[in-house]
């Protein structure tokens, strides 16, 4: 009787191995990713604050205009940004009441500053750096069910950093992004949230293909970071995951109906 009871204990943990390593599979995957998105905002925030603080200070900015929660919100953010760095690296980083509090602080210090790149004319470059910095704290913010940054353009009539305006860089993105005549649409195959995750993910093949294999939908990114939809993904190959391609086929809005692929 002793020997059966051992083996049917061991049966019930054989069968319940798989789903317990599943789970910490994912636990672990969400964690690398959390810390992944404090390392990309550590990076792109080192210079930030050196470059708004120096552009608040000439023209076209009117700091006079701007709150002063506004004007400091660059070094709060960093300063937020290095406590996430000492934070992340905990085991209980996902349901740490401490790193979800500070998430929320860097959402609310950066809300000001970024009324104020809404509402001034910032140098094109700082523009470009913010839009990288406010994606990635957005991922964050999902991650812990904090409310999200806005998206926001400068002012019209000038044009970011106030040159040439921004009609005529409007149409060079528009441009840029468009598919190319002949209905192919050069890009990367990736999943949504490694196109979401910067181009440095882009070309991670293994994280696409076990994203994708775990639920993910399968999408293609553009160098300029438009992604598409791709109406029929069993027409993509799975040597093809984390590959630069053009998708031939018919585009309707953000979504592709592919005929083929070419590598």
Not at 52 to 73: F, H, I, Q, T, W
Not at 239 to 260: A, E, F, H, M, R
Request: include cysteine.
């Amino acid at each position: 009787m002793a020997w059966r009871g051992f083996a049917m204990g061991v049966c019930v943990l054989m069968l319940l191995t798989p789903a317990a390593a599943q789970d910490y599979d994912r636990e672990a995957y969400a964690r690398s990713y959390v810390q992944f998105l404090v390392q990309q905002i550590d990076q792109w925030t080192k210079t930030f604050p050196r470059d708004y603080n120096a552009a608040l200070m000439r023209p076209p900015v009117d700091a006079s205009k701007l709150s002063e929660a506004a004007k400091a919100g660059a070094n709060e953010l960093r300063d937020c940004v290095t406590r996430l760095a000492e934070l992340s690296g905990a085991k209980d980083v996902l349901t740490n009441a401490e790193f979800r509090s500070e998430v929320e602080k860097a959402i609310a210090v950066s809300s000001q500053m970024n009324q104020a790149m809404g509402a001034q004319r910032f140098p094109a470059a700082l523009y470009g750096d913010w839009d990288q910095v406010r994606v990635q704290l957005n991922n964050l913010a999902r991650v812990y069910r904090v409310e999200t940054l806005a998206v926001v353009d400068p002012p019209s009539g000038g044009g970011r950093g106030g040159r040439g305006g921004r009609g005529q860089q409007a149409a060079t993105a528009t441009a840029a992004a468009a598919p190319p005549s002949g209905g192919g649409v050069a890009g990367y195959i990736v999943d949504q949230q490694c196109a979401a995750r910067g181009k440095g993910m882009w070309t991670n093949a293994a994280c696409v293909a076990r994203c994708i294999r775990e639920g993910d939908k399968v999408v293609l990114v553009t160098e300029e970071g438009k992604v598409y939809q791709i109406a029929n993904p069993d027409k993509i190959d799975t040597d093809s995951y984390g590959q630069k391609v053009t998708l031939l086929g018919k585009t309707n809005g953000d979504t592709i109906t592919v005929d083929s692929l070419q590598m």
